[in-house]
């Protein structure tokens, strides 16, 4: 089991292009977060999305932002028309639901650089 | 609403000294209460979790946390810390209704030697 894989690790996009963040979850996983992690900030909540489904997207930006789980494939974290106030890391955890017992496993990060 | 307040922003300490990191919760039901490690660049690391059993948690790397309902706090502690301890620390809040994890905004743990 490789874990929640991230990639890009790094990814550099010019100011109005468009940034693509995948996240692969854990083998039998079918639940995804993403958080992002502004300089020297904590995580903050962006996205929660099951296969399929979008269960909370309270912390995602109403514009240019938006997040999809399929059936089959990776999540996808896509900023369009990126500004320099996106530069960040972005993590990606997943986790199958086990109730209070419910652990997350995050990935190693995208580290975002809007120039 | 839940909440997370870790109360100290920095924390430096010397080599074999204790660590203590401190966590606030706010919660309306029991919750499931989580510390991470971030190293550099890197990403989040479970260092341990409370679910209701035990109130004191033991953890990777000689951590550990105790829940204390009355104080409303789960704080990390290290008997001895080690160079390789440094790094940010962040407090978890989830109650599993929400389906969210909440993060504290973190403690940056510095050791000297």
């Known amino acids: 089991n490789a874990g929640v894989m991230q990639n890009p690790r790094h990814l550099v996009r010019r100011r109005g292009q468009e940034a693509r963040l995948r996240c692969s979850p854990m083998?039998?996983?079918?639940?995804v977060y993403w958080y992002r992690q502004l300089p020297e900030e904590g995580l903050k909540f962006m996205v929660y999305?099951?296969?399929?489904?979008?269960?909370?997207e309270s912390g995602m930006p109403k514009e240019r932002f938006s997040a999809e789980f399929p059936k089959e494939g990776p999540s996808i974290l896509r900023i369009q028309q990126v500004v320099r106030g996106d530069s960040a890391a972005y993590f990606c955890?997943?986790?199958?639901?086990?109730?209070?017992?419910?652990?997350?496993?995050f990935g190693q990060g995208t580290r975002l650089t809007v120039v | 609403a839940q909440s997370v307040t870790q109360l100290d922003s920095h924390v430096s300490v010397s080599e074999g000294t204790p660590v203590l990191l401190r966590c606030n919760y706010s919660?309306?039901?029991?919750?499931?209460l989580f510390w991470y490690v971030q190293h550099p660049n890197k990403g989040l690391q479970l260092l341990l979790k409370?679910?209701?059993?035990?109130?004191l948690v033991k953890g990777i790397n000689g951590f550990e946390a105790e829940f204390k309902k009355s104080e409303t706090s789960f704080h990390l502690t290290k008997p001895s810390a080690h160079m390789s301890d440094a790094a940010e620390y962040f407090c978890?809040?989830?109650?599993?209704?929400?389906?969210?994890?909440?993060f504290g905004t973190g403690t940056r743990l510095q050791v000297f030697p």
């Open positions: 978890v809040v989830n109650h599993y209704n929400t389906d969210k994890l909440i």
């Open positions: 083998k039998g996983h079918s639940h």
């Open positions: 955890a997943s986790f199958t639901f086990e109730g209070l017992n419910t652990e997350a496993f």
């Open positions: 919660s309306s039901y029991s919750p499931s």
């Open positions: 999305l099951q296969k399929e489904n979008i269960i909370d």
């Open positions: 409370y679910t209701s059993a035990a109130t």
